[in-house]
């Protein structure tokens, strides 16, 4: 939600914050704008729109001043509009912010009955008067944006430009992620890492409460009371390429295409020599030893959530212990009974979704032990956590997953078999069935990759459609639902997934000739089952796309088309099967017009509630 990127050293700092709204802009894309100093003051382009219609309002302009904030925005308060995007700016202060000001309607009312006036319907602007009133009163510009944050409730992560300290910015963070990153005689502001590593790889995160001063060649950081504090830098290790589209038309299908080579590099981490062993690093081992957990809970958003679904049969299969899942914006309010012995697990691809981040912390509150199972490095997620699994996927630029899932997927059987190996709850015969099946699943991708263009041609055959329903029994069922959330989110098309064994008690209401109707199955114990539903779709008209694996030949009924993936153990066959399903949603895109890479109201990280 939102990207936040500034820049303080001795550059023109518009090429530099371009680049870095560029690659923050699946954050959030709806409008853009930006603030740097130009002889007298402030200079700010805002517009509605993406990066690229910032670019083209700036045209040649080029700035006297080396220091500027920069803003792409996904809406809270207000409507998307020049009006509200940001840099805010009120009597010579900007501000750019990600996040929302619980009590900004008292503040702004307070403020009106000073005489204050907006301009727009944001929570933000509350804050540049606040800063602004501070200031009037003469205090130094990092004093007023720190006392101006203590009159404010809700999360933020924030830089700040003051016309009155023209070489200077500030940043502070509560309950929103921003790093730091620290160059020669430069420092950069971003809300995550991955737009940090063109300019630099030493970075330093920001908690909670912290304000940050920065000057060409210092930094000092004090918390909300004023009391200086201490963060270590650290050198991020940047082992991926930069979020290019490498040829591909959009990141989405240039990623779906690279989970074989993504989930290799996943596996590379924790089966580094033999096909057939899965080793966890030691402090893994320690960890699960001291913890002993009687149950495990996995929470998460969204695809994310089906991961964790998908991981409930992998763990009760592997480990023989009880496993809920639960929704991360559900659980952290019920609120959820935990103890020392329940292992809360919460998955996150960019570690820094709101609600996922919550859950942890109520977890915490608990004293329950937190495994993350996160992507990106240093995240609120992996910082926060007791013990954090990374997927190793890469950066995953496109707003619908894709390599991020099947890369949480590979982490749910690798801590599930490695951990078998202190449990000893799997014949070890079987341990190594599930090790070996899972180390040929890259290449296996690879061929249920060829699906391609018959995807292609359904997406063009169905691209009038209203409506789809996805139907999976066991390991499957998780794969219906991402299935029909990715046709959601890319296509704007109606999606229903289902457990087929439920269809029966209502959503079979919704099949006739006019409903196309994708059925997964593979050779499992619940193929028979699975056969009966194909049935009882086609008794009634729907169109089936079957997506199952090779060894199943004939179908009890004739279907629109079988779309095959190749056969493997039944606990892995989830990372093939969505495959298809991921390209269908792809197409029904592209063949729909849209921009597959930002999809309408949505952001790749839901950093707010
Ligand atoms: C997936 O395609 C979605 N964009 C979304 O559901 C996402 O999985 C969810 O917001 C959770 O994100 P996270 O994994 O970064 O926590």
Same mark, same amino acid.
């Not at 840099?87 to 309607?105: D, K, L, R, T």
């Given at each position: 939600m939102c990207g936040i990127f500034a820049y303080l050293g001795w550059r023109n700092p518009i090429p530099i914050l371009l680049e870095g709204l560029s690659l923050l802009q699946y954050r959030g894309y709806d409008s853009a704008g930006l603030a740097v100093f130009h002889e007298t003051g402030l200079h700010r382009f805002r517009c509605k729109g993406t990066i690229h219609d910032l670019r083209v309002a700036i045209g040649d302009f080029c700035p006297k001043g080396q220091v500027g904030i920069a803003h792409t925005r996904w809406a809270t308060h207000g409507t998307p509009s020049e009006l509200n995007a940001h840099p805010h700016m009120v009597s010579g202060v900007a501000i750019v912010h990600n996040g929302i000001i619980e009590n900004h309607f008292e503040l702004k009312s307070k403020l009106l009955d000073t005489g204050a006036r907006f !301009?727009?319907?944001? @929570?933000?602007e509350v804050l540049c008067h606040l800063v602004a009133a501070e200031l009037s009163i003469g205090r130094r510009f990092f004093d007023a944006v720190r006392e101006s944050l203590r009159k404010v409730h809700g999360s933020y992560a924030l830089a700040v430009m003051s016309d009155r300290e023209p070489d200077v910015l500030v940043a502070a963070r509560n309950d929103s992620p921003l790093v730091i990153g620290i160059g020669e005689k430069e420092f950069y502001i971003s809300s995550d890492v991955t737009a940090l590593l063109p300019f630099t790889n030493t970075v330093l995160f920001l908690e909670d409460g912290d304000v940050a001063l920065l000057k060409r060649e210092s930094i000092e950081i004090q918390n909300l009371a004023g009391s200086r504090v201490e963060r270590s830098t650290r050198v991020i290790h940047d082992e991926f390429s930069p979020a290019?589209? /490498?040829?591909?038309?959009?990141f989405m299908l240039k990623e779906i295409y690279e989970q074989p080579f993504a989930l290799k590099r996943t596996l590379s981490h924790y089966m580094p020599d033999r096909n057939d062993l899965i080793g966890l690093p030691d402090d893994c081992l320690e960890f699960f030893e001291q913890v002993e957990p009687k149950r495990l809970v996995c929470v998460a958003c969204g695809t994310s959530y089906y991961a964790c679904l998908e991981g409930k049969f992998v763990l009760e299969h592997t480990l023989k212990i009880p496993v809920e899942v639960d929704l991360a914006s559900e659980f952290r309010y019920r609120p959820p009974l935990l103890d020392p012995q329940s292992l809360v697990i919460l998955v996150s691809q960019?570690?820094?979704t709101a609600d996922t981040v919550g859950a942890l912390r109520e977890a915490k509150r608990q004293e329950a032990p937190t495994l993350g199972v996160c992507n990106v490095p240093g995240s609120t997620l992996a910082r926060e956590c007791d013990f954090v699994f990374y997927? /190793?996927?890469?950066?995953?630029?496109? +707003? %619908?997953?894709?390599k991020a899932f099947t890369s949480q997927l590979a982490a749910f059987v690798v801590l599930a078999v490695g951990w078998s190996a202190i449990r000893?709850?799997? %014949?070890p015969d079987r341990k190594r069935e599930i090790a070996r099946g899972l180390a040929e699943i890259p290449h296996l991708m690879e061929h249920t990759l060829k699906l391609d263009s018959r995807m292609r041609a359904l997406s063009e055959q169905f691209s009038t459609a209203q409506n789809f329903l996805y139907l999976g029994r066991g390991p499957l069922y998780p794969i219906a639902l991402e299935g029909a959330l990715k046709l959601k989110e890319v296509s704007y098309v109606h999606a229903e997934g289902c457990p087929?064994? !439920?269809?029966? /008690?209502?959503?079979?209401?919704? +099949? @006739? !000739?006019n409903m196309p109707v994708f059925i997964l199955a593979q050779r499992d114990h619940l193929l028979p089952k699975v056969l009966n539903n194909l049935q009882e779709i086609h008794t009634r008209g729907g169109q089936i796309l079957a997506v199952t694996d090779h060894s199943i030949e004939s179908l009890s009924c004739p279907v629109v088309d079988q779309l095959k993936f190749p056969v493997t153990d039944w606990l892995l066959g989830a990372f093939l099967a969505v495959i298809p399903l991921q390209l269908f949603a792809y197409y029904m895109a592209v063949v729909r017009g849209l921009d597959v890479d930002k999809p309408r109201n949505l952001a790749k990280s839901v950093t707010v509630e």
């Amino acid at each position: 939600m939102c990207g936040i990127f500034a820049y303080l050293g001795w550059r023109n700092p518009i090429p530099i914050l371009l680049e870095g709204l560029s690659l923050l802009q699946y954050r959030g894309y709806d409008s853009a704008g930006l603030a740097v100093f130009h002889e007298t003051g402030l200079h700010r382009f805002r517009c509605k729109g993406t990066i690229h219609d910032l670019r083209v309002a700036i045209g040649d302009f080029c700035p006297k001043g080396q220091v500027g904030i920069a803003h792409t925005r996904w809406a809270t308060h207000g409507t998307p509009s020049e009006l509200n995007a940001h840099p805010h700016m009120v009597s010579g202060v900007a501000i750019v912010h990600n996040g929302i000001i619980e009590n900004h309607f008292e503040l702004k009312s307070k403020l009106l009955d000073t005489g204050a006036r907006f !301009e727009s319907e944001t @929570d933000t602007e509350v804050l540049c008067h606040l800063v602004a009133a501070e200031l009037s009163i003469g205090r130094r510009f990092f004093d007023a944006v720190r006392e101006s944050l203590r009159k404010v409730h809700g999360s933020y992560a924030l830089a700040v430009m003051s016309d009155r300290e023209p070489d200077v910015l500030v940043a502070a963070r509560n309950d929103s992620p921003l790093v730091i990153g620290i160059g020669e005689k430069e420092f950069y502001i971003s809300s995550d890492v991955t737009a940090l590593l063109p300019f630099t790889n030493t970075v330093l995160f920001l908690e909670d409460g912290d304000v940050a001063l920065l000057k060409r060649e210092s930094i000092e950081i004090q918390n909300l009371a004023g009391s200086r504090v201490e963060r270590s830098t650290r050198v991020i290790h940047d082992e991926f390429s930069p979020a290019e589209c /490498h040829g591909y038309a959009h990141f989405m299908l240039k990623e779906i295409y690279e989970q074989p080579f993504a989930l290799k590099r996943t596996l590379s981490h924790y089966m580094p020599d033999r096909n057939d062993l899965i080793g966890l690093p030691d402090d893994c081992l320690e960890f699960f030893e001291q913890v002993e957990p009687k149950r495990l809970v996995c929470v998460a958003c969204g695809t994310s959530y089906y991961a964790c679904l998908e991981g409930k049969f992998v763990l009760e299969h592997t480990l023989k212990i009880p496993v809920e899942v639960d929704l991360a914006s559900e659980f952290r309010y019920r609120p959820p009974l935990l103890d020392p012995q329940s292992l809360v697990i919460l998955v996150s691809q960019s570690g820094e979704t709101a609600d996922t981040v919550g859950a942890l912390r109520e977890a915490k509150r608990q004293e329950a032990p937190t495994l993350g199972v996160c992507n990106v490095p240093g995240s609120t997620l992996a910082r926060e956590c007791d013990f954090v699994f990374y997927t /190793h996927a890469g950066p995953e630029i496109g +707003v %619908a997953s894709t390599k991020a899932f099947t890369s949480q997927l590979a982490a749910f059987v690798v801590l599930a078999v490695g951990w078998s190996a202190i449990r000893k709850a799997l %014949a070890p015969d079987r341990k190594r069935e599930i090790a070996r099946g899972l180390a040929e699943i890259p290449h296996l991708m690879e061929h249920t990759l060829k699906l391609d263009s018959r995807m292609r041609a359904l997406s063009e055959q169905f691209s009038t459609a209203q409506n789809f329903l996805y139907l999976g029994r066991g390991p499957l069922y998780p794969i219906a639902l991402e299935g029909a959330l990715k046709l959601k989110e890319v296509s704007y098309v109606h999606a229903e997934g289902c457990p087929a064994g !439920e269809i029966k /008690h209502g959503p079979i209401a919704l +099949v @006739d !000739e006019n409903m196309p109707v994708f059925i997964l199955a593979q050779r499992d114990h619940l193929l028979p089952k699975v056969l009966n539903n194909l049935q009882e779709i086609h008794t009634r008209g729907g169109q089936i796309l079957a997506v199952t694996d090779h060894s199943i030949e004939s179908l009890s009924c004739p279907v629109v088309d079988q779309l095959k993936f190749p056969v493997t153990d039944w606990l892995l066959g989830a990372f093939l099967a969505v495959i298809p399903l991921q390209l269908f949603a792809y197409y029904m895109a592209v063949v729909r017009g849209l921009d597959v890479d930002k999809p309408r109201n949505l952001a790749k990280s839901v950093t707010v509630e």
